[in-house]
């Protein structure tokens, strides 16, 4: 079944713990994007990955990190997360950036305390 | 910087009763506009898009879509809405190829859409 998977699904840590959120597709698409979802903000992006090796800011990149070493995984690290980082977070795949279907995984809701 | 607009947080409507819902954005070239949506507890799923062409497109589950580009408006309709349309719809638009951000997808802040037996 084509499908973005993310893990974990649910999780509360501490400030300052460092966390990797992983994200993975079986779709072989180059393109890649991290969002996070907060109530009456919609959904704004984090960082974007056009192929391995290529990633770019989106619009709210401070605080995380991301990588992507293979094209199936783009893994999102918070480096020293904070209260103001808990949030719904969602890992989308397409075959492409511009007029290209996202694919959206089933999210990922942090919660740091 | 593009930018999305949903004006209204929350609609509600009657079942079997018209749907609109607005969408305003703010781009410097021709914009590739999506809509999205949303059930409780699920990811985004794409209803519909726009690039070029006719500026009135069919998406799935019954939606339309119009681009007025002199509105700078996309918005979203259906003539009869169901139940089951009960979600949250987000409008977005992505940037085009050649420009310094092309990878860039913005997302409105959404509307919560209540239907009312």
């Known amino acids: 079944e084509a499908q973005v998977t993310q893990n974990p699904r649910y999780l509360i840590t501490v400030t300052g713990k460092k966390l990797t959120v992983t994200c993975s597709q079986n779709?072989?698409?180059?393109?890649m994007s991290w969002y996070r979802q907060d109530p009456g903000l919609g959904l704004r992006q984090i960082y974007y990955?056009?192929?391995?090796?290529v990633t770019d800011k989106g619009d709210v990149p401070e605080g995380y990190k991301v990588s992507r070493k293979e094209k199936r995984n783009f893994p999102l690290i918070l480096e020293s997360p904070s209260p103001n980082q808990t949030s719904l977070y969602f890992c989308?795949?397409?075959w492409g950036a511009g007029f290209y279907e996202q694919y959206f995984g089933p999210g990922t809701r942090l919660t740091v305390t | 910087a593009q930018s999305v607009t949903q004006p209204d947080i929350h609609i509600t409507v009657s079942e079997g009763a018209s749907l609109e819902l607005r969408c305003n954005y703010s781009?410097?070239?021709?914009?590739?506009l999506f809509w999205y949506v949303q059930s409780p507890g699920q990811g985004l799923q794409l209803l519909l898009k726009?690039?070029?062409?006719?500026?009135l497109v069919q998406g799935i589950k019954g939606f339309e879509a119009e681009f007025k580009r002199s509105q700078s408006s996309f918005n979203l309709r259906k003539p009869s809405v169901h139940w089951s349309d009960a979600a949250e719809y987000f409008c977005?638009?992505?940037?085009?190829?050649?420009?310094?951000?092309?990878?860039?997808?913005?997302f409105g802040q959404g509307t919560i859409l209540t239907v009312h037996p």
């Open positions: 989308a795949s397409s």
């Open positions: 781009y410097g070239a021709t914009p590739y």
């Open positions: 726009y690039f070029s062409g006719d500026t």
């Open positions: 977005a638009v992505g940037s085009s190829a050649g420009g310094t951000s092309y990878g860039k997808l913005t």
């Open positions: 779709m072989n698409h180059e393109y």
């Open positions: 990955s056009m192929n391995v090796e």
